[in-house]
């Protein structure tokens, strides 16, 4: 294994203790019986669940957001400052929704029980509406980062790591440059694989990037192509620093295991993962999955982002009543320890070995 940091040797030695207690207490078999136990009493309720339940409530909430665009562009060809301002803000708060909870629900398969659509709903939120590849974001977060959960130089990190920047920079402005870095990763992601593929991907995230430039020149009537670049530019960087402060705030700097040493499933979830409190912001664009119910999700990710809230009160009563951890955080006090630990937790970590995807 490559050579860990002793900042990182400790917060492992940390994650394998913590296994080891509870293996000591519970045994093999009883750590399965948990994960077990508690997949049924999940089941029971997105059985007793309706349609409108399992994916009724965020397929509206995606197609609320797609409604949002038109009033969007309009607004943005206004001559006045307020109205011009009101449609940007409309249209960043429509993309954070649809290439960050789309996106992630579509990863899952989560917005259709057909494979088929399942397929045609990642390629059309991944490639065309968030500019990468479905096969690799697929690939790299439910095949990496699910699979192997801060497991050391497989899904242990975040998908934006780079050690080099200041902790200003890196935190509040180098994310900025996500809308730009995003379809460049996507190209170099798809080098190796078949043409066919090569040439979908390329088309797809081309479309959706034109189609924006095409709209805003034709329906919000720009005057300046540089002016309608700048404009898809700012919106769909909007909430770009936030969407990176969730990524990495949810798993970096808690227990983490060595590839060889990694325990049982429902230990691994617990240990390695935060949720943040209920954000009705946040809420809405990243969705419950991704904010105050990672826990739930990582535990069981074929569920959508409304089951993950639903079943909540059932997960964090469940892993209370075993002893189990079931981390929580606020917004600030996580940004206050990634700023004032910035070196220890993200500057002296080991690398990435492999692509984590979509968080």
């Given amino acids: ?23 000591a207490g519970a045994g093999e078999a009883e750590k399965e019986s948990y994960m ?13 669940s309706s349609w ?3 994916r009724g409530v965020d397929c509206s909430i995606l197609a609320a957001a797609f409604l949002c665009l038109p009033p969007a562009f309009l607004l ?14 409309l249209m960043g708060v429509a993309h954070a929704v649809i290439t960050v909870k789309g996106t992630h629900l579509a990863s899952h398969g989560a917005l259709s029980e057909s494979q088929a659509w399942g397929k045609f709903w ?3 939120f991944i490639e065309i509406c968030g500019s990468f590849s479905a096969r690799a974001g697929i690939q790299g977060h439910i095949k990496m980062h699910h699979a192997h959960t801060n497991v050391i130089g497989l899904g242990d990190s975040s998908v934006w790591k ?28 798809i080098k190796g694989h078949s043409l066919v593929h090569i040439l979908r991907t390329a088309m797809m995230v081309a479309l959706g ?33 936030p969407y990176i402060h969730v990524n990495i705030f949810q798993h970096i700097g808690l227990p983490m295991f060595s590839s060889t040493r990694r325990p049982k499933r429902i230990y691994q979830m617990t240990h390695g993962v935060l949720n943040l409190p209920r954000n009705p912001l946040l809420d809405w664009m990243f969705g419950h999955s991704l904010i105050n119910c990672h826990v739930e999700h990582h535990l069981f990710p074929f569920l ?44 002296f970590a080991p690398p990435i070995t492999e692509l984590v995807g979509v968080q």
């Fill in 122 to 124: 990642a390629v059309f």
């Fill in 76 to 89: 943005l060809g206004s001559s006045r400052l307020l109205w011009f301002l009101a449609g940007m803000l």
């Fill in 1 to 23: 294994m490559q050579s860990v940091p002793e900042e990182w040797r400790e917060v492992m030695k940390r994650g394998d203790s913590q296994v080891k207690d509870g293996g």
């Fill in 52 to 54: 409108w339940e399992r």
């Fill in 304 to 347: 959508s982002d409304n089951m993950c809230l639903k079943v909540k009160p059932v997960v964090s009563k469940y892993l209370t009543e075993k002893q189990l951890p079931y981390q929580e955080d606020t917004y600030l006090s996580r940004l206050n320890l990634f700023f004032h630990k910035y070196q220890e937790l993200m500057v």
């Fill in 162 to 189: 780079v050690p080099f920047l200041p902790r200003i920079i890196y935190l509040f402005i180098a994310p900025l440059a996500v809308p730009i870095i995003t379809p460049l990763v996507a190209l170099a992601q």
């Fill in 209 to 241: 990037l034109y189609s924006q430039y095409w709209l805003l020149i034709n329906v919000s009537e720009f005057r300046s192509p540089y002016g309608a670049l700048l404009c898809m530019l700012v919106c769909r960087a909007m909430f770009s620093v």
């Fill in 36 to 48: 077990m136990e508690l997949t049924r009493l999940v089941q029971k309720v997105v059985k007793e």
